[in-house]
């Protein structure tokens, strides 16, 4: 099947699942768990097969921004559906649909320099993985926080918001931020000890910054749950931690792709 073909069928059901999210949000529709997720997994299904277009070259994987957000953008709506079988995440396909639309518009209408990895470098793809899913679970831990920032607010200043009353109660909202906390760092760990181990040069010059705001977004987070643990920490204090990681992680993971792709157009080292 051609990649135009798949992008189009992909688009057109992060459409429809977003119109269906849009209905359940204002109230017109009964939400379903089973439409929900049937919906979601289709649209998965071609955005997996039109990854696999777009990112597998012979002999390699293509992991430049654009691709990788690519990639990102899957893993973020597959966690969420999975998430949404036993937690009450439903909501935030509201934003995530949207979100994984526009990454497959820009990997087809803005290429970017290949950064190709080899398919026999096996330590490397494992680095790779690890460090997009942790990527994908803080981007989602993003989201929860923002809301329940609003949520926080809006609860203090008694204004019944449409999405106050759409949203789960606030302990609920606390525990699943933190859940999300805790799986990505157990990933990130992972992803830097795997770097450590596979990567040639952890400090090399146009890899420098990448490690030290990993490590940087690792310190708050570790930070943030040992506050959680002994201080209590929740509400607006947890989602301004959890934003300050995610930020210094968007940085490392994105800052040294834009400076090396879109300033100096440097491939893969």
């Known amino acids: 099947m051609g990649t135009l073909i798949l992008a189009v069928i992909s688009l057109l059901l992060y459409s429809i699942g977003t119109a269906l999210q849009a209905l359940h949000f204002r109230g017109r529709v009964q939400s379903s768990l089973a439409m929900t997720t049937l919906v979601g997994m289709l649209a998965l299904v071609g955005h997996a097969l039109l990854i696999t277009q777009i990112v597998h070259h012979d002999g390699g994987f293509d992991f430049s921004i654009v691709r990788s957000s690519l990639i990102i953008s899957w893993l973020i709506t597959f966690l ?18 949207p ?22 470098s096996y330590g490397m793809l494992t680095h790779i993985a690890l460090s997009v899913t942790a990527y994908s679970l803080f981007s989602l831990a993003a989201i ?8 926080n607010r809006q609860l203090k200043s008694n204004y019944n918001s449409r999405l106050l009353r759409n949203l789960p109660p606030l302990q609920t909202m606390e525990s699943v931020l933190f859940e999300l906390v805790w799986a990505g760092v157990v990933l990130l760990i992972l992803a830097i000890v795997t770097g450590a181990l596979f990567v040639e040069d952890l400090f090399a010059q146009d890899i420098a910054h990448k490690t030290l705001f990993s490590v940087l977004s690792l310190l708050v987070f570790v930070a943030l749950l040992i506050g959680r643990h002994t201080k209590g920490w929740r509400g607006v204090t947890a989602s301004r931690w959890t934003l300050a990681g995610c930020a210094l992680l968007m940085v490392a993971f994105y800052g040294s792709k834009l400076v090396l792709e879109l300033i100096f157009h440097h491939g893969l080292r």
């Open 99 to 120: 979100l994984a639309g526009l990454t497959i518009i820009v990997a087809l209408t803005a290429p970017t320099p290949a950064r190709l990895v080899p398919d026999h």
């Open 144 to 151: 929860q926080a923002v809301l329940l920032s609003v949520q």
């Open 80 to 97: 969420l559906l999975g998430l949404n079988l036993t937690k009450p995440l439903q909501n935030l396909l509201l934003g995530v649909y």
